[in-house]
């Protein structure tokens, strides 16, 4: 007979194959702190980075090489530097963008001016929208007269600026520019090919009073230059279509346009020459 034996049982406890759930949540939480700290500090790392670059760049010099003229095609960035009194070098960081601008439209021939600073890389751009003469011009200036022109909102350009901007492509002239003048010169330049005759000369008083001086109506008296001015105009036109050509571009012809309803042609007799 063969006896067999039962084996005998282990005293030791089996180890439990699965993790508790408890267990497992804190593995969970461990790893998920773990990543967020990685994130923070990967953040926190590039941040810094991108801040040690921002006051690096702030307050790294510029030159005129690191200024870019953008929108305008005449007026070069040496005439933009000097007229503007932009001094060189200057950091990002030390430039007001507003003031240049102010110091840009009161300096030179623009209608607008934006200035935007770039840090990557370190820059300045200056954008611009040039003025476009139209006419050349005078004003006085105490007891002298000045030379300048004039763009189609009847601003004042200096002339110094002629060799900067495209000349005006006519001999049109404005005499006695003023501020106060600013709204009367624009409407007529505005006009000025609808007035049945090629507009040659305006002329304003100091008291304001306009006269126009054009090819084939000789002179033209408008009076006070804000009164009814474009009613006067159209005055113009009209009474251009309605002359007999034997009239029109006779020496001596004027007309009085003070009251645009009752316009008067006048004539001059020619000065005859003593013998």
């Known amino acids: 007979m063969i006896n067999e034996t039962t084996p005998k049982k282990s005293s030791r406890p089996k180890a439990n194959s699965k993790i508790s759930p408890n267990h497992s949540y804190k593995l969970k939480q461990r790893k998920l702190f773990f990543v967020s700290l990685w994130r923070i500090s990967f953040h926190m790392m590039i941040s810094g980075t991108i801040f040690w670059v921002l006051i690096i760049n702030g307050w790294r010099p510029i030159d005129a090489q690191n200024i870019k003229i953008k929108g305008s095609n005449n007026l070069k960035k040496t005439v933009v530097i000097s007229e503007s009194e932009l001094s060189l070098p200057f950091t990002l960081f030390s430039l007001d963008p507003n003031k240049l601008e102010e110091s840009i439209l009161r300096k030179l021939p623009v ?16 954008h611009l ?20 022109l004039v763009d189609k909102e009847g601003e004042w350009i200096p002339i110094k600026f002629l060799t900067s901007l495209p000349k005006p492509t006519s001999s049109l002239s404005v005499e006695g520019w003023s501020t ?16 049945g005759s090629p507009l040659q000369r305006i002329i304003l008083s100091p008291k304001g009073e306009l006269n126009l001086e054009t090819k084939d ?18 005055a113009i036109a009209h009474l251009s279509k309605e002359l007999p050509s034997n009239i029109r571009n006779k020496p001596g012809m004027s007309i009085d346009m003070t009251d645009p309803s009752k316009p008067e042609l006048q004539f001059s007799e020619p000065k005859r020459q003593l013998n």
């Open 111 to 126: 209608r607008s001016a934006i200035v935007r600073r770039h840090i990557i890389p370190p820059s300045l751009e200056i």
């Open 180 to 195: 106060q003048h600013k709204e009367s010169i624009s409407i007529l330049l505005k006009n000025r090919n609808h007035l």
């Open 129 to 148: 929208q040039e003025r476009e003469p139209i006419a050349y011009a005078t004003r006085l200036k105490g007891d002298l007269t000045e030379k300048g």
């Open 217 to 234: 109506l000789g002179m033209i008296e408008l009076g006070l230059s804000r009164g009814r001015l474009l009613g006067k105009l159209k």
